[in-house]
């Protein structure tokens, strides 16, 4: 919410003060009308309290540059696995996970994730690795994105992290691909500085 305050400023007239008499006996009318303005003491306004939900972003481009930022902090910070959820109403049921109910609805959760590799890619120096679910999705995904500051690769793959990546961002990955990412873990445990980021996963079915 906002508040304003206006300040003003108060006019008080004065009556005439006093009455004189001359030598003459005229009657001499001293009177004053002053104005006096009272301005107020500016006192510090004291600040808005804290709302509740000041931190929440306004929008989806705010939520996906907070989630950025804030993953990019705990990176910097040393963490080398985090996990990353923006969840809309719309394509999310809190038991059965992603839910596509209209036609363009995939596409439009595959965006989603291009938004934040997008903003991941434009915040760090790093090599940046994309992994989504399947081979399918991958190909379909790296033939639609040949700008992409990042490269691309699936679950399905032999081995989906390369010798020079430095951030893995698995997309969306499903309970049908635990094992795999599991498998992909291991396979790099020996890479100490290679991190990585779980966006909107849903490993439980």
Not at 70 to 94: H, N, Q, Y
Not at 123 to 147: C, F, H
Not at 157 to 166: G, K, L, M, Q, S
Request: with cysteine.
């Amino acid at each position: 919410g906002c508040r304003s305050q206006l300040t003003y400023k108060q006019t008080q007239l004065i009556k005439p003060k006093c009455l004189k008499f001359n030598n003459h006996r005229k009657f001499q009318l001293k009177a004053e009308q002053q104005q006096q303005v009272q301005t107020p003491q500016e006192d510090e306004i004291p600040p808005l309290e804290a709302r509740a939900d000041d931190a929440l972003p306004d929008n989806l481009l705010d939520a996906i540059s907070q989630s950025a930022d804030s993953t990019i902090l705990a990176l910097d910070s040393g963490r080398t696995k985090c996990t990353v959820e923006i969840l809309l109403p719309s394509f999310w049921d809190p038991i059965s996970g992603a839910v596509f109910s209209e036609t363009g609805d995939q596409q439009r959760w595959w965006k989603l994730t291009r938004r934040f590799l997008d903003a991941m890619a434009s915040r760090t120096e790093k090599k940046v690795k994309a992994v989504y679910p399947d081979i399918g999705v991958a190909a379909m995904l790296q033939n639609s994105w040949t700008d992409a500051q990042f490269s691309i690769s699936s679950l399905n793959d032999f081995n989906p992290v390369d010798e020079d990546d430095e951030l893995v961002i698995i997309a969306a990955p499903d309970p049908q691909g635990l094992k795999d990412l599991m498998k992909m873990i291991d396979k790099n445990e020996e890479k100490v500085d290679l991190q990585y980021i779980l966006f909107n996963p849903r490993l439980a079915s």
